[in-house]
């Protein structure tokens, strides 16, 4: 029996997990693939207040080891089921566990443009990941889907390394930070393709060219040998849903600013939380309060 089990080992999953050990509570964090969350893919954190130029792996581990120094048990466990009652049972892939309370921070899953080969060319070409995959493009012609600050982020990673980026965009207005925008503006190398889309991927065995087709209806082909999907995030599609309450696009709704959920004794921290700003920052806060919470009710 634990005190809280915490789905998820990203800012929110890790933050709530510190807070919840630091009471003396018996905490399990699951996670499906590796902790950190999406930060972990981040080259620099630059907007977290006294965090500066900092890699996201290295951020990531240092929340990590501050959860599991504290006394929070971390277990790599895709959690599939949640059972209500008291207590509340939590089934994964591998084992069956009984809680008194649950944080449900299970993040976010990268879209997919939807486009026939995206998953074959998952490797050989086809990225979610810039940081990841990045250097296997050094010198050679890139693009990158996408308007938020992940695509611009994205690009302005891949002008150091590849020959050319081009970035393609559905509007003429960008998502992300001006700033990033004129830095990008500067680059030579980088050549904005703006009220399109990308609507064929080129290429068998790997990722030889897209078709762009703009807004007005044309289409070009561009010799590419990677592309870069940064089109954002939707909740992973999880039976533990099931029996909570989200909007009409899968994101959790907490019914009040203590993050409850319609569930007793679950809360709700992090991306998966319908909410207006998705950043490192709303997801530490996120965690800190649903565990003062989960704390506070089971200390009652
Ligand atoms: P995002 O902000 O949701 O942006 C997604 C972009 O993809 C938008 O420009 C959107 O276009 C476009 N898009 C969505 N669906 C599409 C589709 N089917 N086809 C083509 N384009 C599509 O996602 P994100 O950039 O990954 O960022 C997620 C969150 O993390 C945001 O809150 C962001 O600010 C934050 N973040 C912050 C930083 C930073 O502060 N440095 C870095 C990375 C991420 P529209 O604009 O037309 O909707």
Known sequence: MYDIIIIGAGTAGLTAAIYASRSGKKVLVLETLAAGG???????????????????????????????????????????????????????????????????????????????????????????????????????????????????????????????VYLIHRRSEFRGNIETVNKLKNKKNVEFILDSNVTKLIGEEKLEGIEVTNNDGSKKEIPVSALFVAIGQIPENNNILDIIDTDERGYIIAKDDALHTNIEHVYVAGDIREKGLRQLVTAASDGAIAATTAIRELNK
């Open 38 to 164: 999406q930060i972990v893919n981040t080259n620099k954190i630059d907007n977290y207040p006294g965090l500066f130029h900092v890699s996201g792996y290295d951020y990531s581990m240092k929340l990590l080891h501050q959860a599991e120094d504290l006394g929070a048990e971390i277990k790599y466990e895709k959690a599939v089921d949640l059972i209500e009652g008291n207590p509340l049972k939590i089934k994964t892939l591998k084992n069956k566990y009984n809680t008194k309370a649950c944080i449900l921070a299970l993040g976010v899953v990268n879209r997919k443009l939807n486009l026939d080969g995206e998953e074959r060319l998952i490797g050989k070409g086809i990225s979610y990941c810039a940081t990841c995959d990045g250097a296997l493009f050094r010198d050679k012609e890139v693009a990158v889907n996408g308007g938020g600050n992940t695509a611009l982020d994205d690009a302005l990673y891949l002008s150091d390394l590849a020959s050319k």
